[in-house]
C-alpha cells in the first residue's frame, strides 16, 4: 500500500529566513512526487512534481523539493520565506503502476512572520 | 488553456434533502475526473473517479454517488444527506491517460457542504 506522511503539522518561520515542509513517502516501485498548496477556503494550487530524472525539482512562486530516494523523502524548500506563502501545503505520492490514485498527506500549515 | 468550474461555492442543506454539486472542465477532452473531500481544512480523502463518460470508480463506501453524463462534467450527488456528509468537497482533473501515469490534477475552488 502506498502512504505519505507530513511529520509536522505548523512550521513556523520568520519571513527572509529559508523554509522546509518535510515529507516522506512509501510505494512499491517507483513514485510520482507532488507539491500542492491551498490557501483558506480555495481549492489546491499544484506547485511542482517529481517524476524522473533530475532529483531537485523547481517549481512556481521559487519552492523547490529534492527527491531522496534512499530516504524516500520529498522535503519541499524555499531560500527565503514571504508573508505571502502562509498556506497549508500538501504532499502527495502515485506509484507507477497503472490504476493507483494520488494519495495526499495530511498537510502542514506553514506559517511566516514578518 | 484548460480551467475548471464547480457550483455551488457554498451549500447548506438539512439533513435527508438530496445533494448535487457539479463540476466541468473547459480546453481539454477526455480528462479524468475526480471528486475528493476535505474534512476539518485537513486531510483529502478520494471519493470518485472517472476516466471516461459513464466509467466512475468509487473509493469509499458513502451515502453520495457521481455520474459523467458528458465528457467534461462530474457530478455528485446524494439522495439523502447525513450529518456527516459536510465538508469542503472539491473537483479536479487530470489530462487523460492511465490512471497511474505523472499526470498533475488540477483542482476547482471547492463546494463548501453544511448538513444541518
Do not use: M
Not at chain 1, 98 to 108: N, R, S
Not at chain 2, 19 to 26: A, D, F, M, P, Y
Amino acid at each position: 500500500a502506498q502512504s505519505v506522511a507530513q511529520p509536522e503539522d505548523q512550521v513556523n518561520v520568520a519571513e527572509g529566513n529559508p523554509l522546509t515542509v518535510k515529507c516522506t513517502y512509501s510505494v512499491s516501485g517507483n513514485p510520482y512526487l507532488f507539491w500542492y498548496v491551498q490557501y483558506p477556503n480555495r481549492g489546491l494550487q499544484f506547485l511542482l512534481k517529481y517524476i524522473t530524472g533530475d532529483n531537485l525539482v523547481k517549481g512556481s512562486y521559487g519552492f523547490e523539493a529534492e527527491f531522496n530516494k534512499s530516504q524516500t523523502s520529498f522535503h519541499l524548500k524555499k531560500p527565503s520565506a514571504l508573508v505571502s506563502d502562509s498556506a497549508l501545503y500538501f504532499c502527495a505520492v502515485r506509484a507507477s503502476q497503472a490504476g493507483t490514485a494520488l494519495i495526499f498527506g495530511k498537510g502542514t500549515t506553514l506559517s511566516v512572520s514578518s | 488553456s484548460q480551467t475548471i468550474h464547480q457550483w455551488p461555492a457554498t451549500l447548506v442543506q438539512p439533513v435527508g434533502s438530496p445533494l448535487s454539486l457539479e463540476c466541468t472542465v473547459e480546453g481539454t477532452s477526455n480528462p479524468n475526473l475526480y471528486w475528493y473531500r476535505q474534512a476539518a481544512g485537513r486531510g483529502l480523502q478520494l471519493l470518485f473517479y472517472s476516466v471516461g463518460i459513464g466509467q466512475i470508480s468509487s473509493e469509499v463506501p458513502q451515502n453520495l454517488s457521481a455520474s459523467r453524463p458528458q465528457d467534461r462534467q462530474f457530478i455528485l450527488s446524494s439522495k439523502k444527506l447525513l450529518l456527516s456528509d459536510s465538508g469542503f468537497y472539491l473537483c479536479a482533473w487530470s489530462p487523460h491517460g492511465i490512471l497511474g501515469a505523472g499526470n498533475t490534477i488540477y483542482f476547482g475552488e471547492g463546494s463548501w457542504l453544511t448538513v444541518v
